[in-house]
């Protein structure tokens, strides 16, 4: 009888320990690379999605890594494969010995199609960012949302209490980003631990703390902000990098007409308890990035750290180039800067008014929000979305009917 108990509890035990969880996938370099990323208490055999075709299934396989962390151990698998753009699909992640997941469901985004987006920074899934999340989860899906993406600081953090946070954090994100890409970069927050979490649990393009993907009209640039203040051995590559991307041919600006940089640390902003964050490490960064940025036509600059949400008008230089209020914007000639870090974090979020505000400043909100955008070949249409009832609190548009590179004479 003892042996029979042990033997079911034991097969019982196992079976828990490679049951799939945390499943979510993201966007590739090129369109229809999608990466798919699971996790098992212990390692698979094999680890393999398989997608549903009328009469059978068709098998990717991939590989896994160990993830240790004190007491907390994993083994996150990652598959990448290359689907149609535009297909809707049916999936499953696991292993073709030991069994599969249930089913999830993905339609991989068409470029040069209209799409809508997701973005914000700072979000803990619990805590004071439950909220937020909640409405995100409804929402998304309402509008059809084709990616999220996530400016760094994730789950406060993730290495918190042996990753016992990151666990909770990639559960909470499944059952969204389990069929809406989730595209994230690194803030300060994943350093506490060399981006340790961070390498393992997403699967980004390229290099991963830096990368670039298309959505749509639009090219998107993840940027490293760590680096321009703490970690400037991985400036050359990365600065190369940033320039091959923004020098980019006319064809891929015809194609993709809207370019969206994104980063963790802001450029432009203001703080009324961390000084240092909008003054000399936003100067900082700008030294890098504001000039490339402005002679290649970037048309927003996307951050998070601010825990609450801040609008420039083009600024260039510290310069407003164009109207300096408003939310109609015709072919600007300089970006357009936006902190969206007011998602919901582990505390209060911070403190901001119009009061005293730089002259570049059209709108800030301290209460908890996000961010949605909506674009097509002429139009970018920004909405600031209050987690308490989903109103708007703010919202402008971009039309452009020219794309050029400035000149540098």
């Given at each position: 009888?003892?042996?029979w ?24 370099s ?22 549903a ?11 896994a ?36 997941s249930?089913s ?77 890409p ?45 680096a321009?203040?703490t ?27 809207w ?20 003054g ?19 048309d927003?600059y ?8 801040q ?18 914007f ?71 009917t ?6 540098t004479?």
């Open positions: 009888m003892n042996y108990y042990l033997s079911l509890l034991l097969c019982f035990t196992l079976c828990l320990s490679q049951t799939q969880v945390q499943v979510h996938v993201s966007l590739g090129t369109p229809g690379l999608i990466s798919f990323v699971w996790s098992t208490r212990i390692a698979t055999p094999t680890s393999v999605v398989r997608i075709t009328p009469t059978d299934w068709t098998y990717y396989s991939g590989s890594s160990s993830f240790v962390d004190g007491n907390n151990s994993w083994s996150i698998s990652t598959v990448q494969s290359q689907l149609s753009v535009g297909g809707s699909y049916t999936y499953q992640v696991g292993c073709n010995i030991t069994g599969f249930s999830y469901q993905l339609q991989v985004p068409v470029d040069s199609t209209p799409s809508t987006f997701f973005m914000y920074g700072d979000l803990a899934t619990e805590f004071d960012g439950k909220p937020s999340w909640s409405d995100i989860q409804a929402i998304a899906k309402s509008y059809g949302a084709q990616a999220i993406v996530q400016a760094g600081d994730m789950a406060y953090n993730l290495c918190s209490n042996s990753s016992t946070w990151g666990d909770l954090f990639m559960q909470d994100l499944q059952p969204v980003a389990s069929y809406i989730y595209q994230v970069c690194a803030g300060n927050h994943e350093a506490v631990d060399s981006y340790v979490n961070y390498l393992a649990r997403f699967a980004m393009p390229g290099a991963k703390l830096y990368y670039t993907f298309t959505l749509g009209y639009v090219r998107f640039l993840a940027i490293h902000t760590e321009f203040l970690e400037t051995d991985l400036l050359p590559d990365m600065m190369s990098f940033i320039k091959s991307v923004l020098n980019r041919s006319t064809e891929d600006r015809n194609k993709y007409p370019m969206v940089v994104f980063g963790h640390r802001p450029m432009y902003c203001m703080s009324l308890d961390k000084a240092k964050t909008c000399k490490e936003a100067t900082t960064i700008k030294s890098y990035m504001e000039a490339m940025m402005n002679q290649y036509g970037v927003l996307i951050s998070g750290h601010e825990h609450n949400y609008r420039s008008a083009p600024v260039y230089q510290g310069n407003i180039v164009g109207p300096s209020v408003g939310n109609l015709v072919n600007p000639t300089a970006p357009i800067y936006i902190v969206t870090g007011g998602a919901g974090n582990d505390g209060p979020n911070d403190p901001v008014t119009m009061s005293g505000a730089p002259v570049w400043t059209i709108a800030v909100q301290q209460d908890l929000s996000f961010s949605m955008i909506t674009t097509n070949s002429t139009h970018l249409v920004w909405k600031q979305l209050l987690s308490a009832n989903n109103t708007i609190s703010d919202a402008f548009t971009i039309i452009k020219q794309n050029t590179i400035l000149s004479s």
